[in-house]
């Protein structure tokens, strides 16, 4: 009997182990890690969303201010929520809810452009010079971007 119980109990562990296997985020897949955007004025960090870190989210952790930027923390004044108006930059996430095809490959993601204020659905994928292309579309507008790996 005792030797049954044993049996079963680590049986349930193996299942409770890979059950939260499947649930985790892919380890080491090339899109996470530290971004520069295409014009290099700003790096985004992407990883595991905190969420759901089966998906891809990403924030900014640095930006370039504009050459006749005030002094102190760029804030995120194009939001269409004006109570988000003041709010600094760094730390905004821009990448969310990304679902991943692949390594390298994710889709049915949304970025945020702080410059536009606008929202949109997006994809991203790894090319095969090593950079991120990553572009989003509202309705029929659409913009693509490659950022390169951040030093």
Not at 25 to 40: H, I
Not at 86 to 112: C, H, M, Q
């Amino acid at each position: 009997m005792n030797d049954l119980r044993v049996w079963v109990a680590g049986l349930l562990a193996v299942a409770l182990t890979v059950g939260h296997a499947a649930h985790a985020a892919p380890a080491a897949d090339p899109t996470f890690g530290d971004w520069l955007t295409d014009a290099g004025g700003g790096k985004v960090r992407v990883g595991p969303c905190a969420a759901n870190p089966a998906q891809a989210c990403g924030a900014l952790i640095w930006l370039k201010p504009p050459a006749d930027a005030p002094a102190g923390p760029l804030h995120d004044a194009n939001n269409p929520n004006p109570a988000l108006r003041s709010r600094p930059l760094l730390g905004v996430l821009i990448i969310s809810d990304f679902t991943r095809e692949a390594a390298g490959n994710w889709v049915d993601g949304k970025i945020y452009d702080p410059n536009d204020g606008k929202t949109y659905k997006s994809k991203m994928s790894i090319g095969a010079d090593g950079n991120l292309k990553v572009s989003g579309c509202v309705l029929v507008f659409c913009k693509a971007q490659t950022w390169t790996k951040a030093p």
